[in-house]
């Protein structure tokens, strides 16, 4: 653990983060076809051999508890790992059914077995595979300080991989699977280079949890990192992102250790993106362009994770989001973005508020007070013909802050019917009413409005090495506050984009001074910008652009 990690007590009193089977139980029985854990679960379709709260020793002497759930019989099989620090027990646990009851994700195409965002056991045992669910460090009966993502998350797993694959019911071979937090594990796993870890599948996992998790945009947003860490528990300590977060507001060393080392990776990876997750989208589609395997796939899509990663029938390569004809599936490619599309600039007019081919001739500007509503600049473009965009969308922005040092500055393209009005769709199988007005401002993961970003401008600074034409990466390591009358240009980094525009449509970039979407989950805090006076963008020769990828018809 580093020197710099911050802790808070933990606590470990039933809760809704325990589900069934989670009381501490070790020992080896057998759970025979047709067990039914609970009624709203499928009945088992195979005996399963579970291995409930084995220890396992990791090289600083703690010791972690895991379950291990296997088919019966002699023959050796490969394993799959789930790590989360959401702990073994989650995926049955009140909070979790009562989500997906929520999302309209059916419980009966699972046996509770799973561990949450993990493979379902019953499937993967039927198959000829054991499934490995731990306890990460500090989590329930595991002991030790709890570690939220970064080396030592890293680390402890690397030491299960190897200890799973020693056991004498095991091939030698360990692989993972999961997404959300069980994909980010993996970045750091497979960093580690544990000798038998033969293939990772990360689906939708931030990569760098500086940029993705509490610092989107170099703007402090700390609302799903609590609720991330006030779901570990255990006996003993567990890390305070919230502390850090204060203590550390720029990329030091602390933020380092929680960035996956992508260039190390050199397991086959087959990766799994969706579109509509602010979350996860910009640090999954990193990580796959940075990993060093050289057996890596990517397939993209267009639902919310849980509902992706749990449908029988994901057999798809490639996705394109139709708002209104429908999902295109199982398109391929050999790269991403495809080899026929070409990055395409759009400039910003304040004169007619729309986005041109070409720069407009004069320079003007546009203008909004951050204290009033709606507080927004927007601009539009038609489509004359059907247009695909697939890929990295960037906003080029030139800014002046009025009364104010700095801007904290949010971006998002909306998809128009050829009547102007904005399209959405869900991501999940849910349409009630109840989901309706969760994600009317707020569920952004669960309701798809458009590829968006935000950036603080006094973080404005890029970096070189990392960045290029199509996506910017910001340092984050200085803070560079704005002198009165100073102009500058910024890159605003959109998450990628998979969209078919029909004959007509249009596509509205907004520039606004507050999240206009909200948090990408219910029930978590929303963002509060650090605004005021007014702002101002520039158009003109040189000055504000859009770029799109657009495919070559």
């Known amino acids: 653990m580093r020197p710099d990690t911050l802790f808070e007590p933990s606590h470990h009193e039933p809760g809704p983060e325990h589900g069934v089977r989670s009381e501490f139980d070790p020992g080896t029985r057998t759970l025979p076809a047709g067990t039914r854990l609970a009624p709203r679960f499928r009945a088992l379709p195979a005996d399963i051999v579970l291995d409930k709260d084995v220890p396992v020793p990791v090289r600083d002497g703690t010791t972690l508890r895991v379950d291990v759930l296997r088919p019966p019989g002699d023959d050796p099989v490969p394993v799959l790992v789930a790590w989360s620090h959401h702990g073994k027990s ?12 929520l999302l309209g994700i059916d419980h009966g195409g699972l046996s509770g077995l799973q561990t949450f965002e993990g493979p379902d056991p019953a499937y993967w045992c039927a198959h000829g595979y054991a499934v490995c669910h731990p306890d990460p460090r500090g989590i329930a009966e595991s002991e030790g300080d709890s570690a939220l993502f970064g080396s030592q998350e890293g680390q402890d797993c690397h030491d299960l991989v190897e200890w799973l694959a020693e056991q004498d019911w095991c091939t030698g071979k360990v692989g993972m699977t999961g997404t959300s937090c069980a994909a980010v594990a993996q970045w750091f796993t497979a960093a ?4 038998h870890l033969a293939a990772i599948n990360p689906c939708s996992g931030f990569s760098d949890v500086h940029r993705d998790l509490v610092l989107r945009g170099g703007m402090p947003d700390t609302g799903v990192a609590e609720h991330l860490q006030h779901g570990s528990c255990g006996r003993n300590r567990r890390e305070d992102l ?24 050199t397991t086959p990876a087959y990766v799994v993106a969706g579109y509509g997750d602010a979350l996860h989208t910009p640090g999954t589609f990193r990580a796959w362009r940075g990993l060093s395997s050289a057996q890596k796939w990517l397939r993209t899509h267009p639902a919310q994770e849980w509902t992706d990663y749990y449908h029988p029938d994901n057999i798809a390569d490639l996705r394109l989001l139709d708002l209104e004809g429908g999902d295109r599936a199982g398109l391929p490619a050999d790269r991403f ?17 729309t986005l041109r081919p070409t720069p407009p001739a004069a320079a003007g500007e546009v203008s909004y007070d951050t204290g009033t509503d709606p507080a927004l600049v927007s601009f539009t473009l038609r489509f004359p013909q059907r247009t695909e965009l697939i890929g990295y969308p960037k906003a080029h922005l030139r800014v002046e802050a009025r009364g104010a040092d700095d801007m904290d500055l949010f971006v998002l393209l909306q998809q128009l019917d050829t009547g102007g009005t904005p399209l959405r769709r869900f991501t999940v199988p849910g349409r009630g009413a109840l989901l309706q007005d969760l994600t009317e401002r ?7 409005a458009g590829p968006h970003g935000r950036l603080r401008v006094s973080a404005r600074h890029l970096d070189a090495t990392a960045s290029t034409a199509d996506v910017p990466v910001h340092g984050f390591d200085r803070v560079e506050p704005l002198r009165p009358g100073q102009v500058v240009d910024v890159d605003v980094d959109l998450m990628p ?16 001074s507050r999240d206009l979407l909200g948090p990408s989950m219910p029930g978590i805090r929303d963002h509060a910008p650090r605004n005021k006076g007014t702002h101002v963008i520039r158009t003109g020769p040189g000055a504000s652009y859009l770029r799109l990828p657009i495919r070559a018809r």
């Open 242 to 265: 919230l502390a850090e977060v204060e203590a550390h507001p720029l990329i030091d060393a602390l933020w380092r250790d929680k960035t996956a080392d992508l260039a190390r990776i």
């Open 497 to 512: 984009i998979g969209l078919v525009c029909h004959p007509g449509e249009q596509l509205r970039l907004v520039i606004s």
């Open 192 to 195: 580690e280079r544990p000798p």
């Open 337 to 353: 973005p495809p080899a026929e599309v070409t990055a395409v600039d759009h400039h910003l007019d304040a004169a007619t508020r």
């Open 442 to 448: 707020g569920g952004s993961a669960l309701r798809y």
């Open 90 to 101: 989650h995926g049955s646990s009140p909070a979790a059914t009562a989500l997906f009851d």
